[in-house]
């Protein structure tokens, strides 16, 4: 496992962000075998490498998500089939971006200072096995950019 990690500051773009982060979050992962905590400390590198106010997993237990390894501030434990973002993002089984999380119907204030939110789901036997959900202070931080390497991480966590 990688001891520690390199982070560059926000003065390199998010793409280069993402680009020196991904190798590493591959590594962190590389040999170990237990889920919750090779998710524990995918979500902490992330965290510690971009701009995000919070990221974190809910897991689908029979018909709610359940919280799983996150960083940030506390969130709601359980979220139902189709409601808020992620229950949105489950049911229709794909990625959500919201630009402003006011504007979304439904959505599900953990924290208020969330402002705009992407939520991907990960897939196991062609089933929604969890989401991954990303929050940040600002409206409309997350764009193609965010979805693409997501989606990288996506496929790491449906490897574990
Ligand atoms: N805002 C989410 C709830 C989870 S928290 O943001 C951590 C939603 O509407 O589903």
């Not at 809910?58 to 089939?81: H, K, M, N, W």
Request: hydrophobic share 45%.
């Amino acid at each position: 496992m990688a001891e520690n990690l390199t982070v560059l500051d926000p003065t390199y773009s998010k793409t280069e962000r993402y680009e020196a982060l991904l190798p590493q979050l591959k590594a962190l992962v590389f040999g170990e075998l237990n889920i919750i905590a090779n998710l524990a400390n995918l979500m902490a590198a992330l965290k510690q490498s971009m701009d995000f106010l919070w990221i974190g997993v809910y897991f689908v237990e029979s018909d709610s998500l359940v919280l799983g390894p996150f960083q940030g501030p506390v969130a709601c434990t359980r979220i139902g089939f189709g409601k808020g973002v992620c229950g949105t993002a489950w049911k229709e089984q794909k990625v959500l971006i919201v630009d402003d999380v006011d504007s979304f119907p439904g959505h599900i204030a953990c924290s208020s200072l969330s402002k705009s939110e992407i939520v991907l789901p990960a897939f196991k036997n062609n089933k929604v096995w969890l989401v991954l959900d990303v929050d940040s202070e600002k409206l409309a931080a997350f764009d193609e950019t965010d979805q693409k390497y997501l989606d990288e991480v996506i496929k790491i966590i449906e490897s574990l």
